[in-house]
């Protein structure tokens, strides 16, 4: 299957999704074989609702990830970048990445949505853990949803950052539970909290958090701070002076104790009794 436009063909080598406003294509484009994914709008109706906003970002030259915006068989077809490299939630659970390491996808992330200037509703689709995508090199991809987009215009800022706190709460999943990042729980409180002014307050602002995590201590980052080890952590400072009193008193009972025994070996031992008769019986 061939879907082309005046100057363009795309081969389908991939169905993708359908429903009943839209359907979902993985692509190639023939003249230079690179991937795309392409979605056909054909609710129209839909179309209606969406096409100038659509057609106002495919002329967004900053945003290279939407490719194009054409008119398919009476759908309005949207051409996105294909997504390349391995699912976040696979990278994360599949192999042991370290905490730098994801502090630097979250990093690329951020810095990728920055750079293609993204519309605040497809900032939201991306910063999903399931559309973010990750090279070996740390570089971020995003899979491209159109889910919701006829409410484009309602996205804010606050939906951006609520976005971006949940993929952070996966991400950081195990240092959130210990409680041992305290600078990235502090972000985290602050973007659920606040409203930025845009991506580059935004991004700022994680910096900031991700410099304070890279200076704690490795000690720090390996003792949990949970209300469990916090209780236990005050009982064993607490046990410390206990510890000193209970030696010195088991020291002073030891010492007593051995000041008795000397002091019953010291004096001379009870006479004994000499049994001369048993009953009626006279020993001789």
């Not at 230079?32 to 609702?49: E, F």
């Not at 993204?118 to 973010?132: D, E, K, S, T, Y």
């Not at 909290?193 to 958090?209: C, I, V």
């Not at 008193?249 to 004994?272: E, H, R």
Request: some cysteine; aromatic content about 10%; overall charge neutral.
């Amino acid at each position: 299957m061939i879907i082309q436009t005046v100057k363009k063909k795309y081969l389908v080598i991939g169905y993708l999704e359908k429903d009943g406003q839209k359907e979902t294509f993985l692509c190639e484009n023939v003249a230079d074989h690179s991937r795309c994914l392409i979605i056909r709008i054909k609710d129209q109706q839909l179309i209606s609702a969406v096409v100038e906003f659509l057609y106002e970002q495919a002329a967004n030259e900053a945003f290279t990830d939407f490719k194009d915006c054409f008119v398919s068989e009476e759908s309005l077809a949207l051409v996105f970048s294909h997504c390349e490299g391995q699912e976040l939630d696979r990278k994360i659970g599949g192999e042991y990445s370290g905490l730098e390491e994801r502090l630097e996808i979250v990093k690329k992330a951020l810095e990728r949505i920055i750079l293609l200037d993204m519309p605040l509703f497809f900032a939201c689709r991306c910063l999903r853990v399931q559309n973010i995508f990750v090279k070996r090199s740390l570089d971020v991809s995003f899979c491209y949803s159109i889910d919701g987009i006829a409410q484009n215009n309602a996205c804010s800022m606050k939906e951006v950052q609520d976005c971006l706190r949940e993929v952070m709460e996966f991400v950081f999943k195990e240092e959130l539970k210990k409680e041992v990042i305290r600078p990235m729980e502090v972000f985290l409180d602050v973007l659920s909290q606040k409203q930025y002014d845009g991506y580059l307050e935004l991004y700022r602002s994680f910096l900031f958090a991700k410099d304070q995590v890279l200076a704690l201590s490795k000690q720090e980052l390996e003792v949990p701070k949970t209300w469990i080890f916090r209780m236990w952590d005050k009982v064993r400072k607490l046990f410390k002076p206990m510890k000193r009193i209970l030696v010195i008193a088991v020291l002073i009972a030891g010492l007593l104790y051995m000041l008795w025994t000397i002091d019953s070996m010291s004096k001379p031992a009870s006479s004994s009794k000499v049994v001369d008769q048993i009953g009626t019986l006279k020993i001789q």
